[in-house]
């Protein structure tokens, strides 16, 4: 995209300012000096947010500071993504910026690690995005006036590092969070039952899938041409710019096809065995997972962790391959209205999505982890698929592409209904204990807050000090 007058559109302007800001509002700096509680010669109406004339350190969290400027940027960022601001004061946005900076000094102490080549990833990627919207990555320098590119980028890494142990703390208290049936039922019966509340109409649905068969001499040119990556490669060429040009994974190839794994993350066993098989720097031949064919090249070991880059290539599928699979579920289709066999049968021993065929087919939503699907909740493509479905009655089959571009051929159907009701506890468990875990998650971060605030040290500058914070930062 090309700009004009070196000026950034108002259209991406706002997407990438927007953007950045979620990132840009506290910044990441060492206090390596005594702060002096300088008062502004003026006091400062902090019940609202107005422009403050001199930017300085207000406050200490352990290694980090808070700048005046933090507190604007940070509503600026709200207004940028078209929220509202009303309402909210300095001290409650001051609160904010403290609570990320004690999430992130305590991360350092519990040896939470986040690595450089991690941080560095994430920000290759968000830039990215960022210039892919304004042409340039020297029109972002030129409006955050800093000297050069690098100036820029150090300026976000730090940003982002601290973002990021900032999540992984937050993660940490959270995760090692559990509730017992008990508590949830201690949760459910304290709740009155005019304040119980209303779940609205849901649905379980079973599917099952065929999915058309890829030819021999398809996978043998993804082969061919993953090997042909793998000696130019070896010959010096840039695995990362490959992956960008060319791998069909969504998830890396902007970022140059980089993931960092270990043993226990949620990759494809065929995926980590290769990964964890291989040396630094060398590259692995070809090969297949359910995702299509892959090559691996790894850059780092780290202890269990290893860091590398990935190209996907995927098996073109034939148009005489897709009618043949249309076919396929067509006549599993009329088994099951000529009840031949039922819709789980048919799922367990004919769909080809291994993913739902233990359980018939029943589809799981992955917002909830539970079988059923509120209507007002539905992803849209797959309310026009269901809506209009009888008990009992099975779609015609419905030509459908996967969040990997697969195509493949569906049939879907309606296996149990929930009107809107009151919440129950037999019926709604599920909904139940994860408002009360909740709950729980909640009581265990204000609890961290309290201990680590008096472990910690917290300095308060001028007039934030008359602040009526929710935490007790001002150790009163």
């Known amino acids: 995209m090309l700009l004009k007058k070196s000026l950034i559109p108002n259209k991406n302007f706002k997407i990438v300012f927007g953007f950045l800001l979620l990132f840009l509002c506290g910044s990441v700096l060492q206090a390596q000096e005594i702060i002096k509680e300088d008062v502004a010669e003026k006091p400062v109406d902090l019940s609202v947010n107005q422009k403050r004339k001199i930017d300085g350190i207000i406050a200490t969290v352990g290694d980090y500071i808070v700048l005046d400027s933090d507190i604007d940027k940070a509503f600026l960022e709200i207004t940028a993504q078209g929220g509202s601001v009303s309402g909210i004061t300095r001290c409650q946005m001051l609160g904010k910026l403290l609570e990320d900076k004690l999430y992130a000094h305590q991360a350092i102490q519990d040896s939470i690690i986040v690595t450089d080549a991690e941080v560095k990833g994430m920000m290759d990627q968000r830039l990215d995005y ?11 320098v030129e409006y955050y006036k800093k000297g050069s590119v690098e100036e820029f980028k150090s300026y976000f890494f730090d940003i982002l590092k601290e973002q990021q142990l900032s999540s992984q703390m937050q993660k940490k208290i959270v995760d090692e969070v559990e509730i017992t049936p008990e508590e949830v039922r201690n949760f459910f019966k304290k709740i009155p039952k005019d304040e119980l509340p209303q779940f609205g109409a849901e649905m379980e649905i079973a599917q099952i899938v065929a999915k058309p068969i890829v030819s021999q001499a398809e996978k043998q040119k993804v082969i061919d041409k993953l090997n042909e990556f793998k000696r130019e ?51 692995s031949a070809p090969f297949e997972t359910d995702f299509g064919f892959h090559i691996i090249k790894v850059e780092k070991i ?35 209205i000529n009840k031949e066999i039922s819709f789980a049968d048919a799922a367990r021993t004919e769909s080809d999505q291994k993913e739902t065929r233990a359980n018939g087919g029943t589809l799981i939503n992955t917002d909830t982890q539970d079988t059923r699907f509120e209507l007002t909740k539905m992803n849209p493509t797959m309310y026009t698929r269901i809506s209009n479905l009888k008990d009992d009655e099975v779609s015609q089959p419905i030509l459908d592409t996967d969040e990997k571009g697969e195509k493949s051929y569906v049939i879907l159907t309606v296996t149990n209904r929930i009107n ?11 909904k139940i204990k994860d408002l009360a875990l909740k709950e729980k998650q909640i009581d265990a971060i204000g609890k961290w807050f309290d201990e680590k605030i008096k ?15 929710t935490n007790n930062w001002l150790k009163k």
């Not at 902007?254 to 964890?276: C, L, M, Q």
């Open 130 to 140: 960022m210039m892919k919207q304004v042409g340039s990555i020297d029109k972002i």
């Open 302 to 336: 780290k202890g269990q962790e290893v860091e590398l880059r990935h190209i996907l290539l995927v098996p073109s599928v034939s148009e005489d391959a897709l009618n043949e699979a249309k076919e396929r579920i067509t006549l599993i289709r009329n088994k099951i």
């Open 233 to 283: 490669v070896e010959n010096g060429a840039s695995f990362a710019t490959k992956a960008v040009l060319y791998s069909k994974d969504p998830g890396s190839s902007s970022n140059g096809g980089y993931y960092k794994i270990n043993r226990k993350t949620g990759f494809a066993k065929e995926f980590k065995d290769v990964a964890f098989s291989l040396q630094e720097g060398e590259v």
């Open 420 to 430: 809107e009701h009151t919440a129950d506890y037999a019926l709604d468990y599920v």
């Open 455 to 469: 472990e910690t040290y917290i300095k308060i500058i001028g007039e934030y000090k008359e602040c009526d914070f």
